[in-house]
């Protein structure tokens, strides 16, 4: 496609479910990021897949958190007993690759919240 | 970690006027840019700029590597121009393409 993708747009929770969001890169990206940005605060990042390297999953807050990206494409990140503090904007982004040259190009995000 | 400041945290502006925002941080970065985040939450790339100059219409963007600061420039400012922009850098001797982001600036144009 011409962007970053994500689905679904906006998320609906009752706290302790499940939640997968998913993220299509732009064609040809073969790094992808997901970030989370919490009501009125900067972007946090939480992981990145570099092509067929192990992701850095450093920014994940919890073991709750993973995230797979299958093919090298598709990405879906997935929250397990969701709590109230995970609700955010969950932003996925691409780069053509991984590398000190390359800026990364952000999707609209989902809008998760959790009641 | 590297640290990334962004000032002024607010700015109110009359539509027309021009407007200089600035970013620091405090270790080599070799990835720099520039972000506008609208009121409907997308994030647009303004500049990716690591060092040098750039110029987008009534944007430009300057990075001094060597002083560890960016200015973002905005002239004859528009109502469109509402939102908050973000600086965001990836550490020099970072193994990772991860970005640091500041807590932004959060812009108003008034008509």
């Known amino acids: 496609g011409a962007g970053v993708s994500q689905s679904p747009s906006n998320k609906v929770t009752e706290k302790g479910k499940d939640v997968e969001l998913r993220c299509d890169p732009i064609?040809?990206?073969?790094?992808l990021y997901w970030y989370r940005q919490s009501l009125g605060q900067g972007l946090e990042f939480l992981i990145y897949?570099?092509?067929?390297?192990?992701?850095?999953k450093s920014g994940l807050p919890s073991d709750r958190f993973s995230a797979e990206r299958t093919g090298g494409s598709v990405s879906t990140l997935t929250i397990q007993r969701t709590q109230q503090e995970d609700s955010a904007v969950y932003l996925c982004?691409?780069?053509?690759?991984?590398?000190?040259?390359?800026?990364?190009?952000f999707g609209d995000g989902t809008r998760l919240s959790i009641l | 970690g590297i640290q990334v400041e962004q000032s002024p945290p607010d700015l109110i502006l009359q539509e027309g006027a021009n407007s200089t925002l600035r970013c620091n941080f405090s270790?080599?970065?070799?990835?720099l840019q520039w972000f506008h985040q609208n009121p409907w939450g997308q994030l647009i790339n303004l500049f990716y700029?690591?060092?040098g100059t750039k110029q987008n219409g009534r944007l430009s963007a300057t990075t001094v590597a060597t002083e560890r600061y960016s200015l973002l420039y905005i002239s004859s400012s528009q109502t469109t121009d509402s939102g908050v922009y973000f600086c965001?850098?990836?550490?020099?001797?970072?193994?990772?393409?991860?970005?640091?982001f500041g807590q932004g600036t959060t812009l108003q144009v008034k008509p």
């Open positions: 982004a691409s780069s053509l690759e991984w590398g000190s040259h390359q800026p990364q190009h």
């Open positions: 064609s040809g990206h073969t790094a």
């Open positions: 897949f570099q092509g067929n390297s192990a992701p850095d």
């Open positions: 270790d080599s970065v070799n990835n």
């Open positions: 700029i690591p060092s």
């Open positions: 965001a850098v990836r550490k020099g001797s970072s193994n990772t393409g991860k970005l640091i």
